[in-house]
């Protein structure tokens, strides 16, 4: 049950990077592309809509899925359980 747990954690950890508002990514992207507040403003009415199409490309699902198995495993491998 921990195990599982901690695999959800850290996919949520990583689907909330994401630079698709209102999630945490976004709010760094804006920041690092110099977005305006009114175009980020714009761009956050779709977001839902942009988070569930986004979720549906391979390619992103996948690497959420990397991201979260990769992590996984390294956090087993420091604590010694693999």
Known sequence: VAQMLAVISLLLCFFNLLP?????????????????????LRIARFGLLFIVILLQVPVVSGALWFATSSTFVLMLRITGMA
Not at 20 to 40: A, C, E, R, T
């Open 20 to 40: 698709v508002p209102p999630l945490d990514g976004s709010h760094l992207l804006k920041n690092v592309i110099g977005m305006s507040d009114d175009l980020y």
